[in-house]
């Protein structure tokens, strides 16, 4: 197995440039930005009018996301206005180790100069990504989310020398797999239950196992595996840690759905 | 000046646009509603963060929100793209409200991938039956106009504010509806507007949603500045929310307040109402849409390219140097009446003109760049 | 032909007005002399305004100064905090 080495001594078994909106009013800019380039980005509605820990808390999932493994490097979009403001969200990814380049609408004059200097940055970003090398991976750099406890499949990935990260307390799966990013988990193992669709996850291979027969066999196309033993479970993280895409890769599946602290102002 | 057009709609409503909706009930549906939109011509879609999780105390708003966003008469037909059997009752309360929807369950075709293959031939057959629909001269009682600002700086309560009350007095006294919103962006102004409250009852509700807000902030106990006014405003000379609110208020020009209405919560009369909606550019501007509104007129001062999937969004910017900064995204310009070019009565006049231009069938900027932004208002977490 | 106002003081009784072109030192608006540079859309005192007194604009309180603000200079967050809603003193309590 390979992986791409990040300056900070971890491994990516993705290797994305994403353009991430820092608010809301970006995520059209972002989304053009990406369609057009090859890069992944996530829609989401936030970025303003937080207050407190609300506001603490979401700069932070945005920067978890921003700076984990699989991502090579990030394009910010801004809007300028907004309370996270983007030009410190960009500093304190770039703090953290990670490539970043910075896109204001405000700052550039507009949408479509916003979208031509992002996507300049994309390109420049992806060239250097392409030319760096693949490197072994080593088992102990590889890091499991789990979106629901299961202490059997977690013993059986552990077994492989793999660390193996848990979903916080009070978080549904889906607000969970944010988390788990950010903890820098390669790749979540999403455990549907009873009535759950599967999920997917813009930087993060989401390997979708769906525990109830119902909803397994009928949205069968957007699960990995059914009631699957831990062994398959192990085999099919393998298999998507060695670069073979899930369910949720294949149909470009980039849910982002946020715990919040606070209602917004 | 520009005849009034729409499409009237059997349950008497008037669109001024003809949007076929693909519409994610849950997340798990968004690519799918995303993919099928990208591939037929002139679909729509929007993306949200809404999971539908059973006992969410937020579910009969969201509900709500998603129901009259559906049901606005500037969609002409909706693919509602669900999972299964549970998002049923969300298609039958579009159905309730006189909107054409047909439920796309991806249960049905074994995921994303038949889901859309599936839903492009509806889709495809739904765009061929709302192309028959056509323009008729509209009455302007039918229209609904929502007064949005964002990205306020200080010159928003001096120009393009003031300029779209005296453009939103004359849509009142001609019998359409206005719509101000934003409540956390009302607080210091709420007794100005009680003031013109047409009865008691209006009065007290004017009054009693600021001061609900402002109890809810207290009860947080943190420093609202950075949130309330944000950093932009803040950089463009706003220094209270006061004084934001404020400029805010001028949207609503002189006209009296018939009524204060829920987030989503149509109307019933015309007139000039205030709807309970956070300062959030996005959840408001859903809000309003999902309460009717056709055309929102968005006034600016840092720049803000945001739009609605399904209805123009005008831009009018507070200062002619954000104007000609943001080309392509902003279509007014009120800083005309600070270089003389206008008077606050011509600017005024025009944005008038402009929102019948609009409603008429005139593209806005958000609508030529394809803005669609989302967003589910949460009042639980 | 009358010169563009350079500031703009909404209604009589205000004791602010909002500059409408950069202002500098030196500079005079509304027969106020101009003590510091003055940003586009920000304010400025008309009169000296005492630590508690209120910023009245559009002939309404937008807050209340936080020090004592002498004519011509800079008025905002720096000595200004809002009547209405929690501040900094808030978080400085938390």
Redesign the interface.
């Known amino acids: 197995m390979t992986g791409r080495r990040r300056p900070d001594g971890r491994y990516g078994v993705r290797d994305h440039v994403l353009v991430l909106p820092s608010v809301v009013c970006s995520t059209n800019a972002a989304e053009t930005i990406a369609r057009e380039s090859g890069a992944v980005h996530i829609t989401h509605q936030h970025g303003c009018l937080h207050v407190g820990d609300d506001l603490r808390h979401t700069e932070g999932a945005l920067i978890g996301t921003a700076t984990n493994p699989n991502v090579g490097a990030v394009v910010v979009v801004s809007l300028g206005c907004e309370t996270i403001q983007g030009r410190r969200l960009a500093r304190r990814i770039e703090d953290a180790g990670q490539r970043v380049a910075f896109v204001g609408i405000q700052a550039e004059g507009g949408t479509e100069r916003a979208v031509a200097a992002g996507r300049d940055a994309v390109a420049e970003f992806r060239e250097l990504l392409d030319a760096a090398p693949a490197e072994p991976l080593p088992d102990d750099a590889v890091v499991v989310g789990l979106d629901r406890p299961d202490d059997a499949l977690r013993a059986a990935l552990e077994a492989r020398g793999w660390q193996v990260v848990d979903a916080p307390e009070g978080l549904s799966a889906a607000e969970s797999h944010v988390a788990l990013a950010g903890a820098g988990a390669q790749v979540i193992v999403s455990l549907r239950g009873a009535g759950e669709a599967p999920l997917g996850f813009a930087v993060c291979p989401v390997v979708a196992v769906g525990r109830d027969p119902a909803m397994y066999a009928a949205l069968h196309d957007d699960f990995d595996l059914g009631e699957a033993g831990v062994d398959e479970v192990v085999a099919r993280v393998e298999a998507t840690l060695a670069g073979e895409p899930t369910a949720s890769e294949r149909r470009g599946a980039r849910d982002f759905v946020l715990h919040r602290l606070a209602v917004t102002m | 000046m520009t005849e009034l057009t729409g499409y009237r709609r059997a349950n008497g409503t008037w669109g001024v646009r003809n949007h076929l909706l693909v519409l994610p009930a849950?997340?798990?549906?968004?690519?799918a509603a995303e993919?099928i939109a990208d591939a037929v011509e002139g679909a729509v879609s929007v993306?949200?963060?809404w999971?539908g999780?059973p006992g969410d105390p937020d579910a009969g708003l969201v509900a709500r929100t998603l129901t009259g966003f559906a049901a606005n008469p500037n969609v002409g037909a909706v693919l509602l793209v669900g999972?299964?059997d549970?998002d049923r009752p969300l298609a039958r309360a579009i159905a309730g409200r006189g909107q054409t929807v047909h439920l796309l369950a991806?249960?049905?075709h074994?995921?994303?991938?038949?889901a859309v293959a599936a839903g492009v031939g509806i889709a495809e057959r739904l765009a061929t039956s709302i192309a028959g629909w056509e323009r008729e001269p509209m009455p302007l009682s039918a229209l609904a106009v929502g007064l949005e600002c964002?990205?306020s700086?200080?010159?928003s309560?001096?120009t393009a504010n003031p300029a779209l009350g005296i453009a939103s007095d004359r849509l009142v006294a001609a019998g359409a509806t206005t719509m101000l919103s934003e409540v956390?962006e009302l607080?210091?102004a709420e007794e100005?507007l009680a003031a013109r409250a047409i009865n008691d009852d209006v009065a007290r509700r004017m009054v009693a949603v600021v001061h609900d807000f402002?109890r809810s902030?207290?009860a947080?106990?943190?420093?609202?500045?950075?949130?309330?006014p944000?950093?932009?405003?803040?950089?463009?000379?706003l220094?209270?929310?006061?004084?934001k609110s404020?400029?805010a208020a001028k949207k609503a020009g002189n006209a009296p307040l018939t009524g204060v209405v829920d987030f989503a919560e149509p109307p019933t009369i015309p007139g000039l109402y205030v709807m309970d909606t956070?300062?959030?550019?996005?959840?408001q501007m859903v809000g309003l849409v999902a309460g009717g509104c056709q055309v929102v007129a968005f006034t600016t001062?840092?720049?803000?390219?945001?739009g609605s999937a399904i209805a123009p969004c005008l831009k009018i910017s507070t200062?002619t140097a954000?104007f000609e900064?943001?080309?392509?995204?902003i279509d007014l310009d009120a800083g005309a009446i600070?270089?003389?070019e206008e008077t606050l009565q011509s600017m005024g006049d025009r944005i008038h003109d402009a929102i019948l231009e609009v409603a008429a069938g005139a593209p806005t900027c958000s609508e030529r760049?394809?803005?669609?932004?989302?967003?589910?208002r949460?009042?639980?977490? | 032909m009358a010169e563009r106002p350079r500031a703009l003081q909404l209604d009589p009784a205000d004791n602010v007005a909002v500059a409408v072109v950069p202002l500098e030192a030196g500079d005079v608006v509304l027969d106020v002399p101009v003590r510091e540079a003055i940003r586009f859309g920000h304010k400025l005192a008309l009169r000296d305004i005492a630590a508690g007194e209120p910023i009245l604009k559009y002939h309404e309180v937008i807050g209340r100064a936080s020090r004592d603000i002498a004519a011509g200079t800079h008025v905002h967050v720096h000595n200004v905090v809002s009547a209405r809603l929690p501040g900094p003193e808030q978080e400085a309590a938390a």
Do not use: C, K, S
């Not at chain 2, 074994?110 to 038949?114: D, E, H, L, N, W």
């Not at chain 2, 001062?301 to 945001?306: A, F, L, M, S, Y």
């Not at chain 2, 949460?378 to 977490?381: A, L």
């Open positions: 849950r997340t798990a549906a968004n690519r993919e993306t949200h963060e999971e999780l999972i299964d549970g991806m249960a049905e074994g995921g994303t991938a038949g964002g990205g700086d200080a010159l309560g001096i956390p607080v210091g100005i402002e902030v207290e947080l106990g943190v420093d609202i500045r950075g949130a309330q944000t950093p932009g405003n803040i950089d463009g000379g220094t209270t929310i006061e004084e404020l400029g956070p300062g959030h550019d996005i959840e001062g840092r720049g803000t390219p945001t200062n954000i900064r943001m080309e392509g995204d600070l270089t003389g760049r394809g803005n669609r932004e989302f967003a589910i949460r009042t639980h977490y």
